[in-house]
């Protein structure tokens, strides 16, 4: 009898440590943390916080201990007991400085995600043209006065600005289909750099919830939900530049925040001509708890932009001392666009690690834009000035559905499931030869782009031991409509097109501070609807074919290192060239490659990370020799340092380096690399913050953008082909005041 007794306690112990953890995380002033990890040490199951700050952590056992981690806060490590399981646990966590022992690397799936928002922390970005750079191996170049979108360089693609890398801010598309100037552009000025919270990146076409333009790769800037403090800031330096930042907490409770935001920046730049630049930014984000089971957030923004450029200018006319570096031949160069964004997200949470999250969004935007590539190679008399204007309403939705505790028999697994829609209404997208930017001299072409884009996904997570695998499948629907206006009769043509894209991870945990992963997956970018129809819907999803073999190690509580090995092959695409109104086929390539970072952190107040990446990108279809990508870069890396606390002096230094590149097919004229450093130093009292920021520190000679480029001068009889460029910024300071209350 005793016997029994004693077998029905230890089952009755066993029922009782074999249970969930159930508990709430929040900051000191009561605010709910979201995503904070959660990681159970000893049997290494993990889970996170959602936006009210709860979790729920399987299969946790008396006696287990559990650590509670987000950036920003002191990681706490709890012994559960037996009161932690029947009643949950609900921790507060002390706010800390940013520190690499906050990351654990069992603990999530975006660690990569998290180093860099240790370097965002550690090196707020200065300008919104530094935001991309916070990506590893992602190389930027502005090549027209600062208004226009920049040049975007990752994984050996010359991404132009944006056909391989898709662009969100909190999941609201950036990248342009069927633009004015080119397939995918991603304007990112409306956004103010001080509102972002984190980047969120990802490499390769491995992630379900990413679909057009997502092949190198992907970002999502995650906007701050609240302010910490109000803060002014004025900046004025060289090139005329000034700059004036307000942010201002409008609510600031435990349940709802909000906040305004507003950006005016001036600059005449380092050229001869000035570039009578100037764009202003408004932001307005409110943020509530509707109930104890819901989150909103809603975003109103607007941003307008004008400047005059000088173009990028041809090498021959320095060489001969018809201009310098910083001239022009064309300084009627220029644009202006603008974009009014509202954005919707709400989070519903069901309980038992079930979610809904439904994001909306809706955006008005205009773009002109003035360029002259070639000067007088078509037009001796008047020159060759274009001129690409566009007035577009974008709307879209999605929804999704995650479960954290789904059953399959006896075992555990989480999945989600999401559907969503784009529509791209784009009236008068014109490509017109103009001249000195008043008079159109004709129209190449001119119509109306209707464009939808319906999609579907589903992915999991099976875990099993120290693996964890992740089977995804995304499903995408286009079609494509466009109106030909210089017809004499009505010509609308229509195409549609579905699109596949399976993807399959696996991560292996193989200890605490040791991550390996295999990535595989199928992704593609959509093409031109004015290219589409005139091919009639032959190649117009041309799919990414992309595998990663990495690891992530941390053999020591301030290092971190990662390496990783990639492939990537893409099919055949036909793309339209936006600047000359033609279509080109790209034919099929191959890039492949290595990208190794490391990042160490000896003290909270001394921080010091770099990044490297070699590819070898080739068409598959050329001969040898005649292979080359035309501007893939083949060695990139970056880097920097920072020094310093909170309070008192601090300063930092940073890297930027590419190397010499093809710039056309058979390498026969090569794009000049550079090594580009800059630095700040600060000095910080409880409110009042005194900076200087000094880009391009030791006055380095450099061309930021380049191409390979037929064109004539006014003086000339035949046309050349050779680099024409836009000079790099030389040596520029600026100061920097700002108020914190």
């Known amino acids: 009898m005793k016997y029994f007794i004693w077998i029905g306690i230890l089952l009755g112990a066993l029922s009782i440590n074999a249970q969930q953890l159930k508990g709430t995380l929040k900051s000191a002033a009561g605010v709910p943390l979201e995503d904070a990890g959660i990681f159970n040490k000893t049997n290494g199951k993990h889970n996170h916080t959602n936006a009210l700050g709860e979790f729920v952590l399987e299969d946790t056992q008396i006696n287990d201990e559990v650590s509670f981690s987000r950036l920003g806060y002191a990681t706490k490590t709890i012994t559960i007991s037996q009161i932690h399981i029947q009643n949950g646990l609900n921790l507060v966590l002390e706010e800390s400085s940013i520190n690499l022992d906050q990351i654990v690397l069992t603990s999530d799936k975006k660690v990569l995600t998290q180093l860099v928002d240790v370097d965002l922390k550690q090196q707020p970005v200065k300008s919104s043209q530094e935001i991309l750079r916070k990506v590893p191996g992602l190389i930027i170049g502005q090549h027209a006065g600062g208004g226009k979108a920049e040049q975007i360089f990752l994984r050996g693609f010359d991404v132009d600005h944006g056909t391989d890398v898709a662009i969100t801010v909190d999941g609201m598309p950036v990248n342009m289909v069927s633009h004015a100037h080119g397939q995918g552009y991603a304007d ?3 956004v103010i750099p001080e509102t972002i919270e984190n980047v969120d990146f990802g490499k390769g076409p491995f992630y379900a919830q990413q679909g057009n333009f997502n092949t190198a790769g992907y970002v999502d800037l995650e906007l701050k939900k609240r302010l910490n403090t109000n803060r002014i800031s004025f900046e004025a330096g060289q090139f005329d530049t000034r700059r004036l930042l307000g942010m201002f907490n409008v609510l600031d409770g435990q349940k709802q925040a909000a906040y305004l935001a507003s950006e ?16 202003i930014n408004i932001l307005g984000r409110y943020n509530t708890q509707l109930a104890a089971d819901s989150d909103l957030t809603l975003t109103v923004s607007h941003f307008q932009s004008k400047w005059d450029a000088s173009g990028q200018i041809p090498q021959r006319a320095v060489d001969q001392g018809l201009i310098s570096r910083f001239g022009a031949i064309d300084d009627t160069e220029g644009g202006e666009t603008s974009r009014s964004n509202i954005m919707l997200r709400h989070k519903k949470f069901l309980g038992n690690g079930k979610s809904w999250q439904t994001d909306a969004y809706v955006s008005k935007y205009d773009f002109k834009l003035f360029s002259n590539f070639t000067f007088f190679l078509e037009d001796p008399e008047n020159g060759d000035q274009i001129m690409q204007e566009e007035d577009r309403s974008l709307l879209g939705a999605s929804t999704v559905f995650k479960n ?33 930017r008043k008079e159109i001299l004709e129209r190449l072409a001119y119509g109306d782009v209707d464009e939808t884009n319906a999609n579907a996904f589903v992915a999991a997570t099976f875990t099993s031991g120290k693996f964890s695998f992740e089977p995804a499948l995304r499903l995408d629907y286009f079609k494509f409509d466009y109106v030909n206006k210089l017809t004499e009769t009505y010509d609308n043509k229509g195409q549609e097109k579905l699109a596949f894209s399976p993807k399959f991870n696996t991560i292996f945990n193989a200890t605490e501070n040791t991550q390996l992963f295999v990535k595989t997956g199928i992704g593609f970018h959509s093409n031109d609807a004015r290219v589409v129809v005139a091919n009639s819907g032959e190649a117009i999803l041309p799919a990414a074919y992309g595998v990663d073999f990495g690891v992530i190690t ?17 099919d055949q695409e036909f793309v339209y060239v936006g600047d000359a109104g033609i279509v080109e086929p790209s034919g099929k ?8 970072g490391a990042r160490y952190q000896p003290t909270d107040w001394f921080y010091v990370y770099t990044d490297a990446n070699y590819t070898h990108a080739r068409s598959t279809e050329e001969a040898d020799g005649e292979d080359y990508i035309p501007l893939a870069p083949d060695f990139t890396a970056v880097g920097g340092l920072s020094l310093g606390r909170e309070q008192g002096f601090s300063g930092g230094l940073n890297y930027r380096y590419i190397d010499d590149r093809a710039a056309n097919e058979d390498n026969s004229i090569v794009a000049e690399g550079y090594f580009v450093t800059d630095a700040t130093l600060n000095y910080s009292t409880q409110q009042w913050t005194f900076g200087l920021i000094v880009e391009n520190l030791f006055d380095t000679e450099w061309n930021e953008t380049q191409f390979a480029t037929e064109s004539r001068l006014f003086n000339e009889t035949n046309p050349v082909e050779e680099i ?4 790099g910024t030389p040596f520029y300071l600026r100061g920097k005041i700002t108020y914190q209350f």
């Open 404 to 436: 954290s505790m789904a059953t399959l028999g006896n075992s555990t697994f989480e999945y989600e499931a999401g559907l969503g829609f784009r529509y791209d209404n784009v009236d008068d997208v014109a490509l017109s030869r103009t001249l000195n």
């Open 264 to 279: 005016v920046y001036l600059t005449n730049g380092p050229v001869e001509s000035p570039q009578n630049f100037n764009r």
């Open 554 to 570: 941390k053999p020591a509580k301030n290092l971190v290192l990662n390496a990783t090995l990639w492939s990537l092959f893409l």
């Open 724 to 727: 024409h460029f836009t000079p």
């Open 188 to 190: 990112l000025h409306f």
């Open 589 to 596: 390539t191959r890039r492949m490659g290595v990208e190794v």
